[in-house]
């Protein structure tokens, strides 16, 4: 079993920036991809970046250039640092990783971007 725990969520004004983190503690031996979505109001959840245990990113259209993913494989941490955040960046973030082929989710950390 894998236990995720995010933080780093909050309220900020549009062009400020922010630092999610996740740890995964469990049965985290084989830990692969780790990655972030979110989910605003009235929208499908969608995938914000992503990083594989080697290091490859992948980044949505709408963030690249403002946010970066980075983890820590010691530590079992992704992180998400947003910077120039747009109104439009305001949802319920949520971790994922892929332990042996499973997906496993945090619980969601909400980000408010004021204008």
């Known amino acids: 079993q894998v236990h995720l725990v995010e933080s780093g969520g909050g309220l900020v004004q549009a062009g400020g920036s922010l630092r999610l983190s996740c740890a995964a503690s469990g049965t985290t031996f084989s830990i692969g991809t780790m990655g972030w979505y979110r989910q605003a109001p009235g929208k499908q959840r969608e995938l914000v970046a992503d990083?594989?245990?080697?290091?490859?990113?992948n980044y949505a259209d709408s963030v690249k250039g403002r946010f970066t993913i980075s983890r820590d494989n010691a530590k079992n941490t992704v992180y998400l640092q947003m910077n120039s955040l747009k109104p439009e960046d305001t949802a319920v973030y949520y971790c994922?990783?892929?332990?042996?082929?499973?997906?496993?989710w945090g619980q969601g950390t909400q980000v408010t971007v004021s204008s």
């Open positions: 994922q990783i892929v332990v042996l082929l499973t997906n496993y």
């Open positions: 990083i594989t245990r080697g290091g490859s990113k």
